[in-house]
């Protein structure tokens, strides 16, 4: 059988509100399937980072994301390559705001992302706190649901589209409606939670893009359950 690799970026400076559940779901439904998989720590100081099939970037606070920042400059020009080369990416919150072009605190300096997303980020004076639900046009549809906790306002431009339209909560920035992106195989989602465990149709996307084959389905009644328990929540 294949064999999946998973790069988690930051993990001891990016991953409140579970996001590291997303890291144990990919993880355990590729295990499930009978792939064999390797799961690396990428963190500060770690001068080269090797090919992966999927990485991930969870949320975190300003403070930590100005570390982050500054340690994605070091590998901004080989993710981009990554992303080129079709390796799966998602980011949730404040990773996902450092996969667009920039975020801009409230005060202090410019926080500068990678630009796999082509989207960009600005603090708002709310922050948004709540449960979320988004319809969804892709397969993983009908609707993304999870957890949101952010002051960023993410706006998008040029070809990263978003993952869906907010039907209950306020997604990207509560003005447009929009939530979450899209850019090649980029995502990201401001949906905590841990998302992927409520998302499993989404997960199980992620996993057949970076395995490049279709996945036999899984009992996911539980999941389901969970899943269809937020649908329309506040
Ligand atoms: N610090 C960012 C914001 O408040 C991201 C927060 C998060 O990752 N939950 O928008």
Not at 2 to 9: A, P, Q, S, W
Request: charged letters at 25%; hydrophobic letters at 35%; aromatic letters at 10%.
């Amino acid at each position: 059988m294949k064999k999946l690799t998973i790069g988690h970026l930051y993990p001891k400076l990016l991953n409140i509100y579970g996001d590291g559940g997303n890291i144990i779901t990919l993880k355990k439904r590729a295990e499930w399937r009978g792939y064999d998989v390797e799961v690396d720590e990428i963190n500060s100081g770690d001068s080269q980072i090797k090919e992966h099939d999927i990485y991930f970037i969870g949320g975190g606070q300003d403070l930590q994301q100005i570390e982050v920042s500054k340690e994605l400059q070091k590998h901004k020009e080989f993710l981009l390559s990554e992303r080129e080369r079709g390796a799966v990416f998602l980011g949730i919150c404040g990773g996902y705001q450092l996969l667009g072009h920039y975020y801009q605190p409230l005060e202090g300096d410019r926080l500068l992302g990678i630009s796999l997303l082509d989207a960009y980020t600005v603090a708002g004076r709310n922050r948004f706190i709540g449960n979320v639900t988004v319809n969804t046009e892709y397969v993983f549809s009908p609707t993304l649901v999870g957890f949101e906790n952010h002051s960023g306002l993410t706006y998008l431009q040029g070809e990263t589209k978003p993952l869906g339209v907010v039907v209950a909560g306020n997604g990207n920035n509560g003005q447009d409606k929009t939530e979450g992106a899209r850019y090649k195989n980029v995502f990201g989602t401001y949906l905590h939670g841990s998302f992927l465990p409520k998302n499993v149709n989404f997960a199980d996307y992620m996993l057949e893009l970076a395995l490049g084959e279709k996945l036999i389905k899984l009992d996911d009644e539980i999941e389901t359950n969970a899943h269809n328990a937020l649908i329309g929540k506040m």
